[in-house]
């Protein structure tokens, strides 16, 4: 069988490799610009959740409720910016003490960020703001979502787990939802020991607004939610 070789550097258009070479300068702005922009939020929580949502349904009036008593709290609420239950956490913190923050993204089918933003900033890489959610988050909050919600959970739970940033809480609301893939956690990656039994506790399923702000305090009540300088350090490599 043959197998061809590969094309030298140079059979690629000139253009494209210009291309390319802008896109670096384009990410390398995105960091800077959200980094600025989101350095005096401290504390925050990022909550995860549907963009399919709708007002008025128990998960979005669930949602406004939460971000609400964390806004009042004295935290910052971060969301994605869109509709559905991203919405419902900007609105929620838009009415409370805290800011509110966006994390937009530009799609092919354009996201049009929701109108409850204190501080509004927009991407075009996912994995740059992905950064951000993590960078200034001191918990996670995931409500019910698609695979764009499993996609943040996942992403947190294997930093946490393998030490690229802090341990802090991840919590699921809804436990009717989130009931079956936790089941699967512990009969299918537990009991083949992809993952260990101490990476069960690294997520709680909380169902009740008050609860949720709770624990995270409760997590933090030894150590404060200033990142550590270790710390720091270690999510300059995220």
Do not use: C
């Amino acid at each position: 069988m043959h197998i061809p070789s590969k094309l030298p550097a140079s059979a690629l258009p000139e253009s494209w490799n210009s291309k390319e070479a802008w896109r670096v300068f384009g990410i390398m702005s995105e960091f800077v610009s959200a980094t600025e922009r989101l350095n005096h939020i401290h504390p925050a929580v990022s909550i995860f959740g549907s963009a399919r949502t709708k007002p008025g349904q128990p998960y979005y009036k669930l949602t406004e409720e939460i971000a609400r008593l964390l806004s009042d709290a004295g935290f910052s609420v971060i969301s994605g910016g869109g509709p559905g239950i991203m919405e419902a956490a900007n609105k929620g913190a838009f009415y409370g003490k805290s800011p509110s923050v966006g994390l937009n993204i530009q799609l092919p089918h354009e996201q049009v960020g929701n109108l409850y933003q204190n501080i509004s900033q927009t991407f075009q890489h996912f994995f740059a703001r992905k950064v951000m959610f993590v960078k200034f988050a001191s918990a996670y909050v995931v409500m019910p979502g698609g695979f764009g919600t499993l996609d943040e959970l996942m992403e947190a739970l294997t930093l946490v787990q393998t030490g690229k940033t802090r341990r802090m809480p991840i919590i699921l609301v809804g436990s009717q939802f989130w009931g079956g893939l936790l089941e699967w956690f512990k009969t299918a990656l537990l009991e083949e020991k992809v993952i260990s039994p101490e990476d069960m506790n690294l997520v709680q399923v909380i169902d009740e607004p008050e609860a949720v702000v709770s624990a995270i305090f409760k997590h933090y009540e030894t150590r404060g939610f200033e990142p550590s300088e270790a710390e720091r350090e270690r999510q300059l490599y995220l």
